[in-house]
């Protein structure tokens, strides 16, 4: 008797333990054994780092320092600081304040390049330049993006130009302007400008947030030559610095700064693809 009542104690306390383990358990969820989806991949490219790594010949990720990432050189902050970027810290601009930099050698020895940037600004009342590789014997840069003002100019669209000077150790040579074109909402709003240059058709184009805004063909302008090409400014025009990055001229009561924040600056020594504009533009919007 004593053995069947020990048997029959132990299946109920078995029955017990597995009713109560049971119990505790969550039932099977599919989902929660899945694989994580990977995040999309824009022209076979999953990060911006991915894009022609050989040539990136510049970038400043202004993530909380003004260092050029590729040739090391540190940058001077006049007045900036550092707030919430397109990815990560972006350089904060204001009233009378810019970042002042050194071109490496290998910029100044470019010949076929691209050049990408990121912004996000009110509207602007005055001139108002992005980002200039700095000509010191001439009234303009040897390369300059700004917006403009003009009656294109509203609350929902821009004025953009781009200008470039072909001999950086020279007063004389030959300028090529593209602009302005009118862009659709770019105050308040990160907006990508990409600019290509091919030496060889002498031939500049301008991307406007991953697409096409606009080429010329300089004739005379190459070969491009920016080997005296010895500083950059970012968040105003070369002649607003003080002192005046140029010797020509100073400060013009039409021009502006940017008070807003300029962003993921690259600068490639080659031209890149249409394919490879899309990508970065999309993957740098993705903070990728």
């Known amino acids: 008797m004593k053995t069947i009542k020990n048997m029959f104690i132990a299946g109920v306390t078995a029955i017990a333990i597995v009713f109560t383990v049971s119990s505790c358990q969550k039932g099977f969820d599919a989902k929660t054994y899945a694989p994580a989806k990977p995040l999309p991949s824009y022209g076979g490219f999953s990060s911006s780092k991915d894009i022609e790594p050989g040539n990136l010949v510049a970038y400043w990720p202004f993530n909380s320092d003004l260092t050029d990432s590729i040739a090391k050189t540190v940058g001077v902050a006049t007045g900036t600081s550092f707030s919430a970027g397109v990815a990560g810290k972006g350089l904060q601009g204001a009233d009378k304040s810019y970042a002042i930099s050194n071109t490496s050698a290998a910029i100044q020895g470019l010949h076929n390049f691209t050049i990408s940037l990121w912004a996000k600004m009110p509207q602007n009342t005055n001139a108002l330049g992005l980002m200039s590789i700095a000509n010191n014997l001439t009234f303009w840069g040897n390369f300059d993006v700004f917006f403009d003002t003009g009656d294109d100019l509203t609350a929902t ?70 080997s005296a090409a010895k500083q950059m400014v970012f968040g105003t025009m070369q002649f607003q610095t003080t002192p005046s990055l140029t010797t020509n001229t100073g400060a013009q009561d039409w021009a502006g ?25 999309n993957l740098e919007k993705a903070g990728r």
């Open 157 to 226: 669209s821009g004025i953009l130009k781009v200008h470039m000077w072909n001999k950086s150790a020279s007063a004389t040579g030959t300028d090529a302007w593209l602009g302005g074109f009118k862009v659709d909402k770019p105050w308040g709003n990160w907006i990508n400008i990409l600019v290509t240059y091919d030496d060889a058709a002498s031939k500049v184009t301008v991307y406007y947030n991953g697409g096409a805004a606009g080429n010329t063909v300089a004739n005379g302008f190459a070969p491009l030559d920016w």
């Open 257 to 281: 700064f940017l008070t807003g924040t300029l962003d993921q600056v690259r600068i490639y020594n080659k031209i890149l693809t249409t394919t490879e504009i899309s990508a970065l533009y």
